[in-house]
């Protein structure tokens, strides 16, 4: 413990030696000790005031705390007082809120039954007004619904009389105006996205159409959208009559489905046409099909025509008494007028090669078209089979619980099918008609050579009688 304080004094000395050497170290060295000593007197009085300086500002900052601190618990005890206040008089409210939602609740007695079903209506009716087209002309409907049925719901509110009379209002507006026809202008949304000011024909709460164009609403958007697709011809056509019209009656397509506001209409014409399915559903192997179809019909086409021409030639060379190197019958017979004095064995051997000879030319293309009307089927089955793969893949990675992942695959399975029975149908209906008119043909030149080689032979039996 002594060397603690002998080490303290040894400190405090060091500190005012050096406080002390760096006070006299400001002023003039002392030249002799009487100037030293007048040095210590004044650096003491300096040192004295400033200490004064000191004490007099600290006791003049403790004043104003204590100030601080007096007003602070004054200010502490007036809130406690307010609060002690304020607590007894929610006390009381509490009190009088609870005498009072019982004779509320006494008051309401007989009127519950009433009000539960007059909300249960509300409840309705909101759904209907939300996505009505009655709303997109008389907006603030949905509104006043919401903050009526709060109110008839409330355990502390007492609905009023023009309220319950107002929502008989809209009730009753929604069955007049769901019978009338009526026009009136009104922002519409374009799909495009851009909105215009348009003249609106409303057609009671079936539909609406603007410009020949039809109409949806959603409560969500708030105002009226033109349908992305329209419907066909005939029916904008209607509508524009309709629409242009003042007075008289004229018949227009509607959408039954009523208060929704066309949805049954907008799902029919969304619903993709045959060109849309078959672009969309039925991959590589559908359009390699419609190819092979589009070429078996070509074909059987050309061979129709070319066989047409030869069928009127031929027609008229067996009217003819002169043969005709200009189509096949013809040149059949010019094998007969060259062989004159052939026997009649060698006359019909020599009239059996022309018509082999003719036959090639009247039968080209018809193992193509044969050929296709055998394939399309087999390629509609292989992209069947195809599109099941993928379904099964589709169902190994993400299961069976949505079928939407599925219906791709089962899509184009189901298209293939269907492309391959539709182009190997007219493939084998043509396939039987150009045959049947080559057919007819050769038959002709089988009918004339025989007719030659009987007479023929009826010629040399009478000779040699």
């Not at 500190?15 to 006299?24: M, T």
């Not at 078959?278 to 129709?304: K, P, Q, W």
């Not at 019958?329 to 019909?348: C, I, K």
């Not at 090669?353 to 089927?377: G, N, V």
Request: with cysteine.
């Amino acid at each position: 413990m002594k060397k603690i304080i002998k080490l303290a004094s040894i400190s405090v000395t060091g500190l005012f030696l050096s406080v002390s050497s760096s006070v006299f170290a400001q002023q003039q060295p002392a030249s002799t000790l009487a100037e030293l000593l007048r040095n210590v007197e004044q650096d003491r009085v300096v040192q004295s005031q400033e200490h004064r300086d000191r004490e007099q500002r600290f006791q003049q900052q403790a004043n104003q705390q204590q100030q601080i601190l007096q007003e602070t618990q004054a200010r502490i005890a007036q809130e406690e007082a307010l609060n002690r206040e304020l607590n007894s008089t929610f006390d009381a409210n509490q009190l009088t809120l609870t005498e009072r939602r019982a004779a509320l609740r006494t008051a309401r007695a007989n009127l519950n039954e009433l009000l539960g079903t007059i909300q249960g209506v509300a409840g309705d009716f909101r759904a209907i007004f939300q996505n009505s087209l009655i709303s997109a002309q008389y907006g603030g409907r949905e509104e006043f619904l919401d903050s009526f049925i709060q109110r008839v719901a409330s355990d502390t509110e007492q609905v009023r009389i023009d309220e319950i009379e107002r929502f008989w209002f809209f009730m009753q507006q929604e069955m007049v105006e769901s019978g009338n026809v009526v026009k009136y202008t009104d922002l519409v949304s374009l799909p495009s996205g851009e909105q215009t000011t348009r003249t609106i024909t409303r057609i009671g709460s079936f539909n609406a159409i603007s410009d020949g164009d039809y109409l949806s609403y959603t409560g969500a958007i708030g105002h009226l959208q033109v349908l992305p697709r329209q419907p066909s011809g005939d029916v904008v056509a209607r509508a524009v009559a309709l629409q242009n019209a003042t007075s008289g009656v004229y018949r227009v397509g509607i959408d039954p489905t009523g208060a929704l506001g066309g949805s049954m209409m907008a799902n029919l014409i969304n619903f993709p046409t045959a060109s849309e399915q078959v672009r969309d559903n039925s991959g590589e192997i559908g359009f390699m099909i419609i190819g092979l179809g589009v070429i078996a019909v070509i074909v059987a086409l050309y061979r129709t025509f070319v066989l047409t021409i030869v069928a009127a030639k031929v027609n008229s060379q067996v009217k003819s008494d002169k043969a005709n190197k200009n189509n096949p019958l013809g040149r059949v017979l010019l094998v007969a007028e060259s062989n004159p004095n052939a026997d009649t064995e060698t006359l019909e051997l020599k009239l059996g090669e022309a018509i082999l000879q003719e036959t090639p030319a009247l039968e080209r293309y018809l193992t193509l078209i044969k050929i296709i009307s055998t394939i399309a089927p087999l390629m509609g089955l292989l992209g069947t089979v195809t599109g099941m793969i993928a379904v099964f893949q589709q169902i190994t990675v993400y299961g069976a619980g949505d079928p939407t992942i599925m219906a791709g695959g089962i899509s184009m399975a189901l298209m293939t099918t269907v492309l391959g029975i539709c182009a190997a149908i007219p493939a084998i209906l043509m396939h039987s008609w150009v045959k049947s008119k080559s057919d007819r043909i050769i038959h002709i030149m089988e009918e004339q050579a025989t007719g030659i080689i009987a007479r023929k032979a009826e010629a040399e039996s009478k000779t040699k009688a």
